[in-house]
């Protein structure tokens, strides 16, 4: 396969699990201005970043004064910032308030330009502490040199199987899961109570390449546990298509009314276009929470009025509803200050929510920061809101399934709160998961490459 067509198909694979990439590379420690007063809480966190005596170089990317954390990105392909941008707030902010400890963060982003990613892992291995608060749509080229450096992975986002859920890995906020169906109560409410007419005419148009075709297989499996009918089942070329017609033509004969769809944003406002132009309206699309972008509406057009496009934020906090929420309130404020240009997109927010995690459980070690205790520490967390910016996860659990969700409608005026019957706060909790049956692969561990927790320093 031609480099160019396998950048695309990975970047449809990275879209489907959240697309957050970076749009600066070096070193990072943020800025404040003289007397300015930093809190160093965040929404229900006390004392998330404070000044300190910590002492000593107990391992790799910790002196006396500094921490090096590394930020994974795909910005040479896909040119987004937001995992840089939610870096820089939050090492500006905690930085100001003395760091952890009072040891300083610096930042060093990883661009894996979506190819480059075991390359750039071996660069991390020889500077990194630990990896923060990124994701690559290739990330499972990295994870055996990453577990052979014993180097804790706290992303963003995971995209493929042998990276989900592997050791030394804490999601804070988690999109994909290695064994479960992350859209499983989202799907189970469309296709039995917003739009049970649909259960029988779900269709799938799906990326032509083997990171988006293993979730259209999952999606299946999912779909037929709940009762519900795949009707059509398409893949088109990650390279592109000239004509969408074929595609939508294909949708109305076959009578499809609730339409998943595994790819990037513009193909599918294209073929939404073409249904539109049909006069052929669906009951619902899901285009995965990666579309959850104002860009996203503008590419629509006529479309986000005249076509119902649903996405299942999984228990995040969309920042349209920063009213409700303290935290959503504080981070826009911390974005104001200190990246007012930038996007606080669901990828940014979930990288927040690992930084978040990162400095409670380091701050937590005191001087003996090693990356034995980072783990550890963040593994007790039972019930990790990122201050309130999700809804709780178990991080002491490591093939956890999902257990809320929460639904946004795209509109003309722009996204609105879908009516998904929340019932614990902003969000839906309580349905049962649903865990694959298939074999889809699994995540490395320590064992697969001849190394034990007694090798983690």
């Not at 308030?97 to 892992?121: C, E, F, L, Y």
């Amino acid at each position: 396969m031609r480099p160019k067509r396998t950048a695309a198909a990975l970047l449809a694979l990275a879209l489907l699990a959240t697309a957050g990439c970076s749009g600066r590379s070096g070193s990072e420690t943020g800025d404040t201005s003289p007397g300015d007063t930093v809190v160093a809480d965040f929404g229900d966190l006390t004392g998330v970043c404070q000044d300190g005596d910590a002492a000593g170089a107990p391992t790799q990317g910790v002196t006396d004064s500094e921490i090096t954390v590394g930020v994974f990105s795909d910005v040479g392909y896909s040119k987004n910032p937001e995992f840089v941008d939610a870096a820089k707030v939050f090492t500006s902010w905690c930085n100001a308030a003395g760091g952890i400890n009072g040891r300083t963060i610096t930042t060093i982003t990883h661009d894996s330009k979506v190819m480059a990613v075991r390359q750039k892992m071996v660069e991390a291995c020889r500077t990194d502490f630990a990896l923060v608060g990124g994701g690559a749509g290739l990330d499972g080229l990295g994870a055996k040199e990453r577990l052979e450096c014993t180097l804790p992975d706290f992303p963003a986002q995971v995209s493929q199987q042998p990276n989900l859920g592997t050791d030394l890995q804490v999601i804070a906020s988690q999109s994909t899961y290695a064994h479960y169906d992350p859209y499983n109560g989202f799907r189970q409410w469309l296709t039995k109570e917003a739009y049970p007419q649909s259960a029988a005419a779900v269709g799938i148009v799906n990326g032509d390449s083997p990171v988006t075709k293993v979730l259209g297989d999952k999606a299946v499996e999912s779909l037929n546990a709940m009762g519900a009918k795949v009707i059509y089942n398409e893949l088109y070329p990650v390279g592109g298509v000239t004509d969408w017609t074929p595609y939508a033509q294909a949708i109305k004969n076959s009578g499809v009314r609730g339409l998943i769809w595994y790819g990037e944003d513009a193909p599918l406002a294209k073929l939404e276009e073409k249904l539109t132009s049909m006069d052929y309206k669906l009951d619902w699309i899901d285009p995965n929470n990666n579309a959850f972008r104002d860009d996203y509406l503008e590419l629509l057009g006529r479309s986000a009025t005249f076509q119902n496009n649903l996405v299942d934020l999984g228990g995040v906090v969309p920042p349209q509803l920063a009213d409700q929420s303290p935290a959503m309130q504080q981070l826009q404020a911390l974005y104001e200050k200190y990246a007012p240009d930038a996007v606080i997109s669901l990828p940014a927010i979930r990288a927040f929510s690992a930084w978040l995690l990162f400095a409670k459980a380091a701050s937590g070690c005191g001087s003996e920061l090693t990356r034995t205790c980072l783990v550890e520490t963040a593994q007790r967390e039972t019930t990790w809101t990122g201050g309130g910016l999700h809804s709780p996860n178990d991080m002491s659990v490591k093939d956890r399934a999902p257990t809320c969700f929460n639904v946004m409608q795209a509109t003309a005026e722009g996204w609105k709160v879908a009516d998904f019957g929340a019932n614990d706060g902003l969000f839906r909790c309580g349905t049962p998961p649903y865990r694959y049956t298939g074999n889809y692969g699994e995540p490395l561990t320590l064992a697969d490459v001849g190394k034990t927790m007694a090798d983690v320093k």
